[in-house]
């Protein structure tokens, strides 16, 4: 007798046959994403499609906001994204990709691309036109002259209202993250806005059929180039992508001390995984790490803001965690 669908795959099989692709004959689960279900759709003339929905969508286009960053990446930055066959609230259907090649080639070529990105598309505003969504989240893009205010309101203070993060950090915690956050003049060097794709980590990164560097699932915005630079460094990348630091960072003109300022941009992205997975992966014990030269109340300093960033007391460089 034929086995009943796994519940998974009748959830997608259902969402498919629901917007009319009916052709689709059978879906085989795919690991790696951690906010939606997905899976590659068999369709009866034999080929395949990607397809990923969210068992209970939030308010919101969550899924048009994934496809117009693949969008705008694709048109305006030069990346290789996946087109878009079809995208509504229930969920967002692609042509398949390859898994990336373990080559240091291949990251060789994701340096060019993604340094393309970031120098082809610079803006005069942080933000976006619209909020997206970054996992299960979304994503405040509230317009900003100011990259730190920016950062500050919508990339780093955003996440204390959210229960998760309330609950993990303390108040000790949460006024060293204001401390830091008025800081960040001194912590981090002037940079011009750019288009990101914004959930930059080695999981995002694929292929395309000829093998060239392709991306998924972005929350994209203008902002700092390094906020992707610090998903990817932070997320333990393999082995054979230590070759793309290098180049990039040779490719867009990095200096020395880009390293030490990961942690301080990948304060986002551990707050964004406090408010929305449980557990967290060692998360919130990370962001203390990080927090903690900002504990105590500095001197009285100038708010004038540097062209560099001070080396005292930014916390030194933290171990790579795991995503």
């Not at 959830?11 to 795919?30: I, M, N, Q, S």
């Not at 619209?130 to 002259?145: F, K």
């Not at 610090?230 to 880009?258: I, K, M, Q, S």
Request: glycine fraction near 6%; charge should be negative; proline fraction near 9%.
């Amino acid at each position: 007798m034929p086995t009943a669908p796994e519940p998974t795959t009748s959830f997608l099989l259902e969402r498919l046959h629901a917007v009319g692709l009916t052709d689709v004959v059978a879906v085989e689960p795919v690991t790696g994403g951690l906010a939606a279900t997905s899976g590659l759709a068999r369709r009866s003339d034999g080929t395949s499609v990607f397809v990923k929905a969210l068992r209970e969508p939030p308010s919101g286009d969550v899924f048009a906001a994934e496809a117009e960053g693949l969008t705008v990446l694709r048109e305006a930055g030069g990346a290789a994204t996946p087109e878009i066959i079809l995208a509504d609230r229930a969920l967002l259907v692609l042509p398949t990709l390859q898994p990336r090649p373990a080559t240091e080639a291949f990251w060789e070529q994701f340096a060019h691309a993604l340094a393309h990105l970031h120098t082809t598309t610079r803006h005069s505003r942080f933000g976006w036109h619209r909020d997206n969504w970054l996992g299960r989240r979304q994503q405040i893009n509230t317009w900003n002259d100011d990259g730190y205010e920016f950062f500050a309101q919508h990339r780093l203070l955003r996440w204390l209202g959210e229960p998760p993060v309330r609950e993990a950090l303390d108040a000790t915690d949460r006024a060293a993250l204001e401390r830091l956050c008025d800081r960040l003049p001194e912590l981090l060097p002037v940079r011009p806005a750019c288009l990101t794709h914004g959930d930059l980590w080695a999981q995002n990164i694929m292929a395309t059929p000829d093998g060239q560097p392709a991306l998924i699932d972005p929350a994209v915005s203008y902002t700092w180039a390094e906020v992707d630079l610090a998903h990817l460094w932070t997320t333990a990348p393999p082995p054979e992508a230590h070759v793309f630091f290098d180049r990039y960072a040779e490719l867009t003109g990095l200096d020395r001390d880009w390293r030490r300022r990961m942690p301080i941009l990948q304060l986002r992205q551990h707050l964004a995984v406090i408010a929305q997975f449980d557990p967290d992966w060692g998360a919130a014990d990370i962001v203390r790490a990080t927090l903690a030269p900002f504990r105590q109340r500095p001197e009285v300093r100038s708010s004038r803001r540097h062209t560099t960033p001070i080396t005292d007391p930014a916390p030194e460089e933290l171990p790579k965690p795991t995503d």
